[in-house]
C-alpha cells in the first residue's frame, strides 16, 4: 500500500561501490469464489476443522515504517520517547525498486540498518525486497509474466545473492523478508496475478539462493494485504519449506467497514490465523495503520488488541500521515488509543523468535 515509497526509497538512496559477484483479464465469479481450502486443505471454506488460534494477551515485538532510510533511524528513538520509553524491537525499511542495483542493496543503507539491529540482541530488521523491477512501473500483466519467466530461468538471481552476501558481512544474517509484499494486489510489478503458478516458482528460487549464503539465518514474510484484492492471496502460497512468517497487510480500509469485517471477511484476518495456524506458523502485521474511515480510534483498539492475542510475530505501524499517529494532526483521538496502548511497552522477552524456532514450530 505504499503510494510514494519509491519517490522517498529513491531520493535516500546513496551512490557506492558494490561488491562483484559471478495486461490480464478480471477475475471471472467463480474465481472469486473459489474455495478458499485450495491450500490443499480440502473441503469449502470454513468447513475444515478450524485450528485454535487465540493466545493469552502478551506483548508483541512492534516499530514502525516512517519513510526513507536517511532520517527513520533516528525516528525510532524518537517514537520511544513520544511512547514513554517504549523499547520499539522491530526496525522496518524497503530496498527501492527502480533497477537491479537498488535489489542488491546499497551498502550504506545496509550498513547503517545493521548497526542499529547489532546495538540490541532483542531487534530485528525487516526488510522489504521487491521480486521484479522497475518494481512500481506500472507494467501490464502480459510484461509481468514475461518477466517471471525470465526470473525463473535464473536470469536475476545474481542480484539476489548480492543482496544476501551483504546482509551477512554487515551482521544481518537474521534479517526478516518481506519479499514481493502485497502480491495479491495490483500495485507492484512483483505481483502473482498474471501467473501464480511462475510467481511461486519465483519466490521459491528466491529463497533456494539466498538461503546459499553461508552465514544466513533469513525469515521469509509471506505478506498479501487483507482480502481478496486482485486475486486470492492462497493461490500464491509458495509452500511452507519457504516461507516463515505469514504477513499481512492490514489498513483500515475499505470506507465503511467495521473491524469485525476485516476479521470475517474472505481472506481476512480470521483466515490469515487459521491459514497460519494449520502450518505452525507466526502472523505479522508489516503495515497496518489508518486509511478509509478518518480518525478511527476503534479500529487502533481493536487491532492492537488482536495483534497481543495471536501468535504475532511482529507488527510495524505506518506512522505518518493519513496512516500513522504520532505527528498527524488529522488522528488526535486514534493517536491518543495508540499512545494509551503502546506507552511504556517493554516489548516481548528476548525480542522475536529466531529463526531456526519460526522453522520448526
Sequence with gaps: MRFGRLAL???ALLLVTTASVPSGTPLSQTARHDPFSADTLGGQRGTAPKPAVLRPPHEVPFGAFVGSWDNYIPQIAELSTWLRGAELQVGHTYLAGNGWADIEGENQVLGLWSQWRLARPDRTLVLGVPMLVPNEGNLGDGQVAALLARGNKGEFDRHFLELARKLVAFGGGDTVVTLGWEMNGTTYTSRCRPDPAAWKAYWRRIVTVMRSVPGQHFRFDFTPTRGLDAVPWTRCYPGDDV????????????????????????????DQVEFAARRGKPVSYPEWGLFRNGDNPEYVRRMVEWMRTHDTAYQTVTDYCPHGFRGCDRNPRSAAVYHELMSGSEGAPGGPPSAAAARHQ
Excluded: K, R, S
Excluded at 516463515?244 to 471477511?265: K, L, Q, R, S, T
Design 9 to 11: 526509497a529513491a531520493a
Design 243 to 270: 516461507v516463515d512468517i505469514i504477513g499481512m497487510d492490514a489498513y483500515d480500509m475499505p470506507a465503511g467497514a467495521g473491524f469485525d469485517e476485516m476479521v470475517n471477511e474472505p481472506y481476512g484476518l480470521q
